[in-house]
């Protein structure tokens, strides 16, 4: 969906959720980016994002088309690594380790820090397997997949809607809950962090909302850090919000995604330090 589209209903209005309690700057980080760059070729997409993601949080990254959210995203699990092009220079830590680090492992890093995409995207095999298939390829130890795939589902909120069907197809399933499957697949491994791509702009307002429903339980268990165009969702859903914008270099012209601000999500929305913010909040820009 495009900004225009998303941001066509005027001024967003002030979180509506319970509101929790977020530290001026996270307690514990789970990433911190020092001087973070992405080039994809010679193209520059991101600039110098510094900034921390805390545990147990929910980070959403805004701002207009191409300022890089999805790049900088898919630095955070090495998804990138899977462009040929990219190149991720300046610190990515995780848990204080460099996730770019010569020792690291790419695949356990996708383990431990999962994925949802824009669409749902579910294997062609049944429920039961979407959910068991992760816990297989990667070995985990498990005393009783069913008991696994059961608990899965329940922390997904999708059990009780597909626990009748479980060797059926998951393409059986509506959009809504295909992507709450592709959820409950993601946490299968028992990841750290669930990184999330726009996971509800294919999905209309009732799914969205049990999304949104899913990720406040999740935050409990795991580390969310979610991609949105609906400003909406992120003041709902986020703790702290992350505003990035296109810069443009007066002398080349280049043009290249940066961090304009980075604060707890009430700030952002209702008292942003930065006018670029604030007119895009408002919609009066982007
Ligand atoms: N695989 C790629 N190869 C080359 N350039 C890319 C690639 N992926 C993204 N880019 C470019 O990097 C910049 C940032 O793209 P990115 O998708 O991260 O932005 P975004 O803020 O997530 O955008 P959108 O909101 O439209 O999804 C854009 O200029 C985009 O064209």
Known sequence: MTDQATRAAGPVPSPQRAVRDVPDVPKEPVFTTQDLNIHYGDFHAVTDVSMEFGKNEIT??????GCGK??????????????PTARVSGEVRYHGIELYGPKIDPIEVRRRIG???QKANPFPKSIYDNIAYGPRVTGMKVDSMDDLVEQTLRRA???????DKLKQNAYGL????QQRLCIARAIAT?????????????????ATLRIEELMAELRESYTIII???????????????AFFTVKVNETTGDRTGGLVEFDRTTTIF??????RTEGYISGRFG
């Open 60 to 65: 959403a990254l805004i701002g207009p088309s």
């Open 70 to 83: 999805s790049t900088v995203l898919r630095c955070l699990n090495r998804m990138n690594d899977l462009i």
């Open 115 to 117: 994925m949802v995409f």
């Open 157 to 163: 909120a999708l059990w009780d809607e597909v626990k």
């Open 174 to 177: 509506s959009g809504g809950q």
């Open 190 to 206: 028992n990841p750290d962090v669930v990184l999330m791509d726009e996971p509800c702009s294919a999905l209309d307002p009732i």
């Open 227 to 241: 991609v949105t165009h609906n400003m909406q969702q992120a003041a709902r859903v986020s703790d702290r919000t």
């Open 270 to 275: 209702e008292n942003p330090s930065d006018q």
